[in-house]
């Protein structure tokens, strides 16, 4: 016999009411959002007809009339679109010119992120009963709908052998001029802890042109190296992208790193790194991509540049060195016969290289040897596959201590998955990759020291390409994710030289920039 409903079952059916008419709610607002973004993209259409129609007619912007802009100075907007109008006094634009110098100052609106997309466009005449309008004169609407102006987020990272939690908050026009500030605490297996704290502002109204500075305090694990590195310290930076010239930036950072919690076994080259250190420097970054996909190119070039002065001069510090890394990635797309249009079959090279050459500190007239904490480390999932995190390069016993100069390159061929269709995010990739990563070898001789470190300096880069690199191949598969890619390999290390650490078998490893 069937049991009698009691109050329990009304709850259930309470609860499934609810949920039934979040449903209803909340595909009502999809709808809604749907309608008034076909709306807008008819809008948009009736605009280009009528430009088409009349792209030659001389006109001038009377107003531009921003509407929605709650939390934006006025004169943050003025900035961007008073140059629009103050051009156009000079000479009437036509009507193609005027709708484009305002598409262009939308356009600066688009990249402060701080307003949904797209940004409605209308033309209007105005007013006739205004005595000083004329009959060329046209008023320009706006309908901004500003994006939310807190945005917290919480999750988990998983990869490069480590695993993380992280809260994220964003805080969005702060003061009313695109302004940003973001706070961010993560705690991992290996980064212990993580805080970050920024502020990011637009220059003169410019969203290409901003300048940023913030804080940060960190405990990363290093278990290759036998030690955890502490950091805090802080930074400041002026970023500009000029039309069709890449990304520049130019920082100062300072920054107070330590050198603590030692494994038993740490190797003397680690202990006599331990303690405290401080870096002052000045550094430039260039970057330029051209990438039709940055995760899955298939098409297309990437470069990037990177400079840095520390302790030298009036820098100060503890640490001396000039720094200079080159990245680059090239990607072509693979035609196979008899199949017509885009294959999704691409191939791409890359190659990253670097120099660590060390200074005098300050007025000082004898260079030191470069610290654990600035020299580079390479091998991983993410860079030379095939070989154990920083498994190139020079050891002492166990312990990876870094190297003053590498080169490491690859060579990937990337397929779509049978059966899956080539615009989802999968690949299947075989791949070649090699480096090597070596450690400046200083004479023990008298003589001048800047003449003692470029003879270094020359003699490693000429050992660089004496004998094979450390080179491994293997097949794996792609994940593109929306910021990052996730990559499952089978490698297996073809030439390992003595000392180094090779890795046969899965790997699994996320990056942004994948070798």
Request: net charge neutral.
């Amino acid at each position: 016999m069937a049991a009698p409903l009691g109050s329990g079952d009304d709850g259930i059916f309470e609860q499934l009411r609810r949920k039934q008419g979040a449903k209803v709610l909340e595909e009502k607002a999809r709808a809604a959002e749907a309608e008034e973004l076909a709306r807008a993209e008819k809008a948009q259409r009736r605009l280009g007809d009528l430009i088409s129609s009349n792209s030659t007619l001389p006109c001038t912007i009377s107003n531009i009339h921003i509407i929605g802009a709650k939390h934006t100075r006025p004169g943050f907007l003025r900035g961007i679109f008073d140059p629009i109008l103050s051009a156009n006094q000079d000479h009437p634009y036509t009507l193609a010119e005027a709708i484009n110098e305002v598409s262009r100052g939308v356009s600066k609106l688009h990249k402060l992120d701080i307003y949904q997309q797209p940004i409605p466009l209308s033309i209007t005449r105005p007013d006739p009963t205004n005595s000083s309008s004329t009959p060329t004169d046209i008023d320009i609407y706006l309908n901004l709908r500003e994006k939310s102006r807190i945005l917290l987020k919480t999750g988990t990272d998983v990869g490069n052998a480590e695993g993380s939690a992280y809260v994220n908050a964003l805080g969005r026009n702060v003061f009313g001029g695109g302004e940003t500030v973001n706070l961010n605490a993560a705690l991992g297996t290996r980064t212990r802890s993580a805080y970050q704290a920024s502020f990011d502002t637009p220059v003169l109204s410019n969203p290409d042109l901003r300048w940023e500075s913030g804080g940060l305090a960190s405990s990363t694990q290093k278990p290759f190296a036998s030690h955890e590195e502490v950091l805090k310290g802080g930074w400041t930076k002026l970023k500009w992208a000029p039309e069709g010239g890449g990304a520049h930036e130019f920082a100062y950072n300072g920054v107070w790193r330590q050198v603590t919690s030692l494994a038993g076994g740490a190797s003397p080259t680690i202990r006599a790194d331990a303690g405290d250190s401080v870096k002052s420097s000045i550094s430039h970054v260039w970057a330029r991509d051209q990438r039709d996909n940055p995760l899955l190119p298939t098409r297309g070039l990437f470069r990037k540049t990177l400079l840095e002065l520390a302790g030298w001069g009036p820098l100060q510090g503890d640490v001396a060195f000039a720094k200079a890394e080159v990245e680059a990635q090239s990607a072509l797309p693979v035609p196979i016969p008899g199949v017509q249009g885009e294959t999704g079959v691409s191939f791409t090279t890359g190659l990253r290289a670097g120099l660590l050459y060390p200074l005098p500190l300050g007025l000082e007239s004898e260079s030191k040897p470069s610290r654990i904490n600035d020299r580079f480390q390479l091998g991983g999932p993410t860079d030379v596959r095939g070989f154990r995190l920083s498994g190139l390069g020079p050891h002492d016993g166990s312990d990876a201590v870094g190297g003053d100069l590498y080169a490491a390159g690859s060579a990937n061929l990337l397929f779509p998955l049978p059966r899956v269709g080539i615009d989802r995010p999968f690949r299947l990739q075989a791949f070649v990759n090699g480096g090597r990563l070596l450690a400046l070898k200083r004479s023990s001789g008298k003589g001048n020291d800047s003449e003692n470190v470029k003879q270094a300096a020359v003699s490693t880069v000429s050992e660089l390409g004496n004998g094979l690199p450390s080179i491994s191949a293997g097949l794996g598969l792609i994940y593109a994710l929306p910021m990052a890619r996730v990559e499952l390999n089978f490698s297996l290390p073809l030439v390992l030289r003595k000392g180094e650490e090779g890795r046969k078998g899965l790997s699994f490893g996320i990056g942004i920039n994948m070798l």
